[in-house]
């Protein structure tokens, strides 16, 4: 099974600062999932990337995949309270978008 | 949007009693639904994949007797922790993939078990 490293695995930043979350894989993905979870409840889905070199963006989130499909980054522009939480990369483990293997976590938190 | 619910949101059982927790797809049937467990501060690890009419397939690791999961229709999985003890303790979240090859898996609110 792939194994997923985030980092860092934890950052307290400044309301209004820019921050990026990195998730590493030791295979390439087939897929790779970016989620938010607040601790103790479910997860909501942020992106999914599956293309070498794709990038997407909803809000002031920004998501890619290198070219060589192993390595993510989640990058967070203007940061707000709204966006303090657990942030899990899964990835894709066999290529039909069902099963993920999740990677270790990032708590994000957002200082006034 | 597609929506999968839990039931219930948190339990608390004596050791050695069983606990059943439902995993619903709201609008949207569901062939297979995956279960996770996640400890405090700590990622979300697959359990197990429930499959609509037939055997659950377990991760290494996974007592499946311990874990009985049953998909006896497209829009529910239920996952009973039998003769719980408190080792058992977790948060339990199950997911869904929406119809049309969305891409999306759809996450439940999750189900915290406390087992005294």
């Known amino acids: 099974s792939q194994e997923l490293e985030q980092s860092p695995q934890s950052l307290i930043v400044q309301e209004g600062k820019n921050l990026t979350i990195n998730c590493t894989s030791s295979k390439t993905l087939y897929g790779l999932y970016w989620y938010k979870q607040k601790y103790g409840e479910g997860l909501i889905f942020l992106m999914m990337?599956?293309?070498?070199?794709e990038e997407k963006s909803h809000e002031k989130i920004t998501a890619k995949l290198d070219e060589k499909k192993q390595q993510s980054s989640l990058h967070i522009t203007a940061s707000q309270p709204s966006h303090a939480g657990i942030y899990l990369c899964g990835a894709d483990q066999a290529g039909g978008g069902n099963k993920l293997t999740f990677g270790t976590g990032t708590q994000l938190k957002v200082e006034l | 949007g597609a929506v999968v619910s839990q039931h219930p949101s948190w339990v608390i059982c004596k050791s050695g009693t069983s606990v059943k927790i439902e995993c619903r797809s709201l609008d949207f049937q569901a062939t297979t639904m995956f279960w996770y467990r996640q400890f405090p501060k700590q990622s979300l690890m697959l359990m197990a994949t429930s499959n609509e009419g037939s055997k659950a397939t377990y991760e290494q690791g996974v007592e499946k007797d311990k874990f009985l999961i049953n998909h006896a229709s497209l829009t529910l999985s239920t996952l009973t922790v039998t003769s719980a003890h408190p080792e058992d303790s977790s948060f339990y979240i199950c997911?869904?993939?929406?119809?049309?090859?969305?891409?999306?898996?759809?996450f439940g609110e999750g189900s915290r078990l406390t087992v005294l």
């Open positions: 997911s869904a993939r929406g119809r049309g090859n969305t891409g999306e898996l759809f």
């Open positions: 990337l599956q293309k070498g070199g």
